[in-house]
C-alpha cells in the first residue's frame, strides 16, 4: 500500500483545514488508517486512526474535539478535518496504514508511512 498526504499550507489561527491522505495498493482498503503529527518540540505523535471500514474511529485525547477523521473508500480517501487552528497546531501531518483492520494509537501499529504534509499556523 501506498500513501500520499497532502492538503497542508499556510492558514490563519481560527480557519478550518482539511488534510488529505490518497491511499494506494493492492489491499488498500483492508488497512486502518491513522494520523500523526511532528513539530521541532516533539516526537511524531498519535492524532487519530480510523479503521478500514470507516466505522470506527479514535483520537488521542489531546485532539479531541477539533480534529475530525473521516474515511472514503470509494475514493480511496483518508481525511483529516482540524477546525478552529491554533499555531500549535503547525507541524507535519503524516498519514500511515496499520497491518491490519482496525485502528491504533501506537506508532509501532503503522508498518507504512506516506511523505507529510506541513501545516503552518499563523495568528
Known amino acids: 500500500v501506498q500513501l500520499q498526504a497532502s492538503g497542508g499550507g499556510l492558514v490563519q489561527a481560527g480557519d478550518s483545514l482539511t488534510l488529505a491522505c490518497s491511499v494506494s495498493?493492492?489491499?488498500?482498503?483492508?488497512?486502518?488508517i491513522g494520523w500523526f503529527r511532528q513539530t521541532p518540540e516533539k516526537e511524531r505523535e498519535f492524532v487519530a486512526g480510523i479503521d478500514r471500514s470507516g466505522g470506527n474511529t479514535q483520537y488521542q485525547p489531546g485532539f479531541m474535539g477539533r480534529f475530525k477523521i473521516s474515511r472514503d473508500n470509494v475514493r480511496n480517501m483518508v481525511h483529516l478535518q482540524i477546525n478552529s487552528l491554533k499555531p500549535e497546531d503547525t507541524g507535519v501531518y503524516y498519514c500511515a496504514a496499520t497491518a491490519s483492520a482496525g485502528t491504533s494509537s501506537r506508532r509501532s501499529s503503522y508498518t507504512t508511512w506516506g511523505q507529510g504534509t506541513q501545516a503552518t499556523v499563523s495568528s
Open positions: 495498493g493492492r489491499d488498500s482498503r483492508n488497512f486502518g
